[in-house]
């Protein structure tokens, strides 16, 4: 589903699905992939009631301006209503990696 139609997420929230995945990455315009639209996701991820147990949210490709915003805003306001990330367009291991370290707590 689109992040950034807040009718689609909440049908999706209703349907009975073994997993949802809601899309920041193809499925959202350029001009949407905005803060206001992570908050939808975060608001729909912690304020519905999910019928699928695995809420996933697409980022966008690790290349783009979008998504260091994109995982930090979504997996900080979502927490544990938020199953995984989908990282798109891998090809190697250095998008999993930048994924990782930004996810991982610093060493003390």
Known sequence: MPGSNPKMVAKAATL????VFIDLEDAVAPLEKTDA????????????EWTAPTR?????????????????????????????????KVLGPDPVAFVHHLLTPPRP
């Open 16 to 19: 009975p699905a073994d997993m």
């Open 37 to 48: 639209t992570r908050q939808n996701i975060v608001d729909a991820l912690t304020g519905l």
């Open 56 to 88: 996933v949210v697409r980022i966008n490709d690790v290349a783009t301006t979008w998504c260091f915003r994109d995982i930090l805003y979504v997996v900080s306001g979502a927490q544990d209503s938020l199953a995984c990330i989908m990282v798109p």
